[in-house]
């Protein structure tokens, strides 16, 4: 689901900034012309604060909980596939190369940003009993496709 269609079902009472949308637009062409989310009260627009009825959290992860649905299936590329960093390049010989890493606060410096992320750079999130090759499972099916995954799987398991 793209996510114009994906905002088009979400349902106002499980999103704190409906109203602005309705104003305003939910997106916003960034000076580099790439379109993002609308930034309300320093932060996305699908992003509910705490204290709504939610909770704190996106909008449209909730909204795809609501009907049933993976939360990957009804949000921006970008957000279900954090913190795994997709890089496409041709290599040397002209192979279209795509690799699969964290993302990390310095691949964000173009925009002037300091960050610090804690699914990426504190100790305490790689110390989980499941592996990520299992736990997000499903982002990397999405990412490689399934025959590249189950390759992954072998590998990994060998
Ligand atoms: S996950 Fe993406 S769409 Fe949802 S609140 Fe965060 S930045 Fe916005």
């Not at 114009?4 to 109203?19: G, K, N």
């Not at 062409?29 to 989310?37: D, M, Y």
């Not at 960050?115 to 990426?120: P, V």
Request: net charge negative.
């Amino acid at each position: 689901m793209i996510v114009s269609e994906a905002v088009a079902q979400l349902d106002p009472a499980l999103w704190q900034f409906s109203s602005v949308a309705a104003r305003r637009g939910w997106f916003k062409r960034l000076p580099n012309g790439v379109v993002g989310t609308r930034v309300v009260q320093d932060a996305c627009i699908f992003l509910n604060r705490p204290g709504f009825v939610t909770g704190a959290g996106c909008a449209l992860h909730f909204a795809s909980l609501d009907r049933g649905e993976r939360p990957m299936d009804g949000k921006p590329n970008i957000c279900w596939q954090f913190p795994l960093r997709r890089a496409d390049h041709v290599n040397e010989a002209g192979v279209d190369v795509i690799t699969i890493g964290a993302w990390q606060a310095s691949d964000w410096k173009a925009d002037g940003g300091e960050r610090s992320w804690f699914c990426t750079t504190a100790p305490e999130a790689f110390i989980a009993a499941d592996p990520v090759w299992r736990t997000l499972a499903d982002e990397l099916k999405e990412i490689t496709g399934p025959e590249v995954y189950e390759l992954l799987v072998v590998a990994l398991t060998a």
